[in-house]
């Protein structure tokens, strides 16, 4: 898969720009919440496992858009009062009201668009916690954290996306982060997540079969 991008003529490792050395300012609170210590592996049923392993959540069509190893089509659709942007990994679509409304989107998260000349704005709040807590995220977000993200078309087939993340519980500084999206030559495809149908139930079976086989050996 890509790991780099390109973004205004330069080839980055890195989607943050602000800190300049890429990381993230994680708090000491922040630091402690961070995903990666928290993935959900318990075996004693699907209540345990990660929300994208259950196919309930997961994938990158949320704010903000960071790249994910596929699936990163995403089709736009625009009205006079709402922007809509529908992502093919796992099929999530937002509706981003631009006419003063505000919007109650998957995760219980506010957002409101509106139009700064050519970018349209969009700020994000009151994010539900728990649905971040999926296998796959990258940071942690809480229903304090701000989110305000910039898509400025930049050529007939390009929108420079910017986004900045403001939680001073969890980072010690508002932090930045920018990418690309290219008009692509590929179709969307109905997104189909069988992990939820295969993976799941083969773990679950896989650890009542080690059960099964401990009790066995137990036995006088």
Not at 154 to 182: C, N, R
Request: proline content about 7%.
């Amino acid at each position: 898969y890509p790991t780099f991008v390109t973004v205004r003529g330069e080839t980055r490792s890195a989607l943050i720009v602000d800190p300049s050395d890429g990381r993230l300012p994680f708090t000491e609170q922040g630091r402690a919440r961070q995903p990666a210590g928290r993935v959900l592996t318990g075996v004693d049923g699907p209540e345990q496992r990660a929300l994208n392993e259950r196919c309930l959540n997961g994938g990158n069509g949320a704010a903000p858009y960071v790249a994910a190893p596929s699936g990163n089509i995403r089709r736009i659709v625009q009205t006079r009062s709402d922007i809509v942007i529908h992502t093919e990994l796992l099929s999530i679509l937002r509706i981003i009201p631009v006419d003063g409304r505000t919007e109650i989107g998957f995760r219980n998260e506010h957002t409101a668009g509106r139009w700064d000349g050519e970018t349209l704005v969009v700020t994000t709040t009151d994010i539900l916690d728990p649905v971040r807590g999926a296998r796959g995220s990258l940071f942690p977000l809480t229903p304090k954290t701000k989110i305000i993200e910039r898509f400025t078309r930049t050529a007939p087939g390009e929108i420079l996306y910017t986004f900045t993340v403001e939680d001073p519980q969890l980072y010690s500084q508002p932090w930045k982060g920018e990418s690309v999206m290219a008009l692509p030559d590929d179709r969307m495809f109905e997104f189909a997540c069988h992990e939820g149908n295969y993976g799941l139930a083969n773990i679950l079976s896989g650890a009542r079969a080690v059960e099964r086989r401990a009790a066995m050996k137990a036995k006088p």
